[in-house]
């Protein structure tokens, strides 16, 4: 049985396989499968991640560790069949690990120690942030570091120099491993122009967009899911809502070339 995380830090377990282990990536490095690091900030669309998982649980050759922010956990604590307690994340055979921001600092760290964002950058193949909240989004334009999402996406290898190309027996995927984002917010956050300006950074500045010599699309290391009209959570109808969560996994398949045996 998966134990919970106790508030006593002596006590807290790392997410990892159910084990107290400190994850690092060197162990997961020879393993042959593509990683992809889940994350989920504070929108409602946070209880679409169960759906996530368990439509790419049939994939053998993917591994996934999971992010949530503080704010993410308040939708997934069980209250219903469609918000699962996040502890029932490890049903599905695929998934290694599910890390929260207290699982950061665990311990007083000592120098040799691994440090977890770091670890999970050099982990993933791609990141995927769904849903990335109106506040996410600000705090990664703006270079802000304050819980284990944003510093992944802080200390992300932006120029391919530092993490090997994502690659697997037949092919390299591309140079620059990749964030993808799928916004969730108000009609009315969408459309402020804060939010006009941080997509354009996100989409314009560090998008994906055709290489000069050949045209592929590789350029740049981030990928906007843009939002879909509906009807929100809060009642409005308009844009702002996630895409739809099925789209998101069509897109993970595509850009990992997964294939069912």
Not at 137 to 156: E, P, Q, Y
Not at 160 to 171: I, K, W
């Amino acid at each position: 049985m998966l134990q919970m995380i106790h508030s006593e830090s002596d006590e807290r377990r790392t997410r990892v396989s159910g084990t107290s282990q400190p994850f690092t990536a060197a162990a997961h490095a020879s393993d042959g499968k593509r990683h992809l690091l889940l994350a989920a900030s504070g929108s409602v669309a946070t209880i679409k991640i169960p759906n996530i998982l368990a439509a790419l649980s049939p994939y053998i050759g993917l591994s996934i560790c999971v992010i949530l922010t503080k704010s993410a956990t308040n939708f997934l604590q069980g209250q219903s069949i469609e918000q699962p307690h996040i502890d029932t994340f490890y049903r599905y055979p695929n998934v290694q690990g599910v890390f929260l921001d207290e699982e950061e600092w665990v311990h007083p760290w000592k120098r040799g120690q691994s440090i977890l964002h770091i670890e999970l950058r050099r982990w993933a193949h791609i990141l995927v942030i769904a849903p990335l909240s109106a506040n996410t989004m600000a705090k990664i334009t703006g270079g802000f570091s304050d819980n284990l999402l944003t510093s992944v996406v802080r200390a992300w290898d932006t120029t391919g120099e530092l993490d090997p190309p994502a690659e697997d027996e037949e092919r390299v995927f591309w140079d620059q491993k990749r964030i993808i984002v799928a916004p969730a917010m108000n009609t009315a956050m969408w459309r402020h122009p804060i939010t006009k300006s941080q997509i354009k950074i996100l989409e314009k500045e560090w998008g994906i967009g055709p290489d000069e010599d050949d045209g592929e699309d590789y350029d740049g290391w981030f990928e906007v899911l843009r939002p879909q009209e509906k009807e929100l959570a809060c009642g409005d109808i308009g844009d702002g809502a996630m895409i739809d969560w099925k789209e998101i996994v069509k897109v993970i398949e595509k850009r990992f070339y997964l294939e069912l045996p």
